[in-house]
């Protein structure tokens, strides 16, 4: 089946700090993944969609300089946080749709929990 | 506010009996989906029923729609300890969108 990959697992590190979060489809080409963000105990808030070749488009709310997103090629989108500071810590998940006939969907990876001190 | 909202908000059985699960929604929607997420853990997707389907089944799930009612139920038939995690229904319009969750545990 399609599995998307997410790296890294967990990030800890101090207020100021940019930290980058990749999102990979390893078996097959996505030209739109997904980033979302959960809070615990809530649902996943979509904060923007990342788009090959394209801008990506960020959700109301989302700042679109404080979220950083990637899609430089079809198997990779990365999310960068910058200057990150404690409200920023969440757990952030990535997903994809296989494209194809009847595709819908959607493969997420395993998530990053992101810890900023 | 979200499209999706689960009921219960947490469910706790004993392993052998079946747990449904109840989600409820706003808008039309294209199809309604069924994820499961294990603690710490991204979601997998479970089940899709879409708008003109009634009920649909996967192994020991099954979904139904009533779109009349605005509503979608998932079924455990079964249930097992591995069962045991968060399930969230999502209805996708133009994206998808995640209700809150439903806290399932399996009691061995």
């Known amino acids: 089946g399609a599995v998307v990959s997410q790296h890294p697992s967990r990030v800890i590190c101090k207020s100021g700090t940019s930290v980058k979060i990749e999102c990979r489809s390893l078996d097959f080409q996505a030209t739109t993944m997904f980033w979302y963000r959960q809070f615990p105990k809530q649902s996943l808030m979509l904060m923007a969609t990342s788009n090959e070749g394209s801008k990506a488009t960020y959700e109301q709310g989302v700042e679109k300089d404080k979220f950083l997103i990637n899609h430089a090629s079809l198997t990779l989108s990365t999310l960068t946080v910058t200057s990150a500071h404690p409200e920023d810590s969440s757990f952030y998940i990535c997903?994809?749709?296989?494209?194809?006939?009847?595709?819908?969907?959607?493969?997420f990876g395993d998530g990053t929990r992101l810890s900023i001190l | 506010s979200q499209q999706g909202e689960e009921d219960p908000q947490a469910l706790s059985i004993q392993e052998g009996e079946n747990a449904t699960m109840n989600c409820s929604y706003k808008?039309?929607?294209?199809?309604l989906q069924w994820y499961r997420q294990n603690s710490g853990r991204g979601l997998v997707h479970l089940i899709l029923?879409?708008?003109?389907?009634r009920e649909k089944h996967s192994g020991r799930l099954r979904v139904t729609l009533d779109t009349s009612k605005k509503s979608s139920s998932l079924l455990i038939t079964a249930s097992r300890a591995a069962d045991t995690a968060s399930y969230f229904c999502a209805t996708d319009v133009s994206k998808l969108t995640f209700g809150k969750g439903i806290t399932l545990s399996v009691r061995p």
């Open positions: 029923i879409r708008s003109n389907e």
């Open positions: 808008t039309s929607i294209n199809n």
């Open positions: 997903s994809a749709t296989n494209p194809g006939p009847g595709a819908l969907a959607q493969h």
